[in-house]
T-cell receptor, first 114, second 117 residues
Framework: GENVEQHPSTLSVQEGDSAVIKCTYS??????FPWYKQELGKRPQLIID?????GEKKDQRIAVTLNKTAKHFSLHITETQPEDSAVYFC?????????????FGTGTQLKVEL | DAMVIQNPRYQVTQFGKPVTLSCSQT?????MYWYQQKSSQAPKLLFH???????NEADTPDNFQSRRPNTSFCFLDIRSPGLGDAAMYLC????????????????FGPGTRLLVL
């Protein structure tokens, strides 16, 4: 089955700096890569996603890049703010006729310090 | 607002006492998922329904069962909860390509936190 590795496990940045989180996946058939933000005690919330036919996607301060050959993808957050502090999970899945089963990375605790 | 609803938000049960968690959705999505998330860990898929078709993950214990009586509702039954089953249980939905929606995105409910005494 799919295996997703995520690094780093914790990340501290100063407000206004950039943050980068990296993930690798094992199954070359995976074709959908979402990123979720989860605040303590709350549900995971989708912040950005990318499909395998796209190399990069950006939404305001958030961007995701995908390298299919190397089987890794990264989340980039620019101009970080204290409200960006949360746990971030990457995931990989294969969209089939029966839905898409997400395999999550182990998570990154991001702390944005004033 | 269309959404994914989970009840109860907190559930306390006794060791070995069956418990049922519920999930409902107003998104008219075809696919419903159940994830288990233990403290400081990533969500782990237990099983999912594509319409009425049940898909169990290979490593999901037999102690966990699920029912989907109709499109809107899905239940997670834990037949004999052990201390190791204490976790947050997250329900999610995706359109499956039907209802004109993006088939990729999964929408999560707020979760039910299960405590086993």
């Amino acid at each position: 089955g799919e295996n997703v590795e995520q690094h780093p496990s914790t990340l501290s940045v100063q407000e206004g700096d950039s943050a980068v989180i990296k993930c690798t996946y094992s199954d070359s058939a995976s074709n959908y890569f979402p990123w979720y933000k989860q605040e303590l005690g709350k549900r995971p919330q989708l912040i950005i996603d990318i499909r395998s036919n796209v190399g990069e996607k950006k939404d305001q301060r958030i961007a995701v890049t995908l390298n299919k050959t190397a089987k890794h993808f990264s989340l980039h957050i620019t101009e970080t703010q204290p409200e960006d502090s949360a746990v971030y999970f990457c995931a990989a899945s294969i969209l089939t006729g029966g839905g898409n089963k997400l395999t999550f990375g182990t998570g990154t605790q991001l702390k944005v310090e004033l | 607002d269309a959404m994914v609803i989970q009840n109860p938000r907190y559930q306390v049960t006794q060791f070995g006492k069956p418990v049922t968690l519920s999930c409902s959705q107003t998104l008219n999505h075809n696919v419903m998922y159940w994830y288990q998330q233990k403290s400081s860990q990533a969500p782990k898929l237990l099983f999912h329904y594509y319409d009425k078709d049940f898909n169990n993950e290979a490593d999901t214990p037999d102690n966990f069962q699920s029912r989907r009586p109709n499109t809107s509702f899905c239940f997670l039954d834990i037949r004999s909860p052990g201390l190791g089953d204490a976790a947050m249980y997250l329900c999610a939905t995706s359109s499956g390509g039907l209802a004109g929606g993006n088939p990729w995105t999964q929408y999560f409910g707020p979760g039910t936190r299960l405590l086993v005494l």
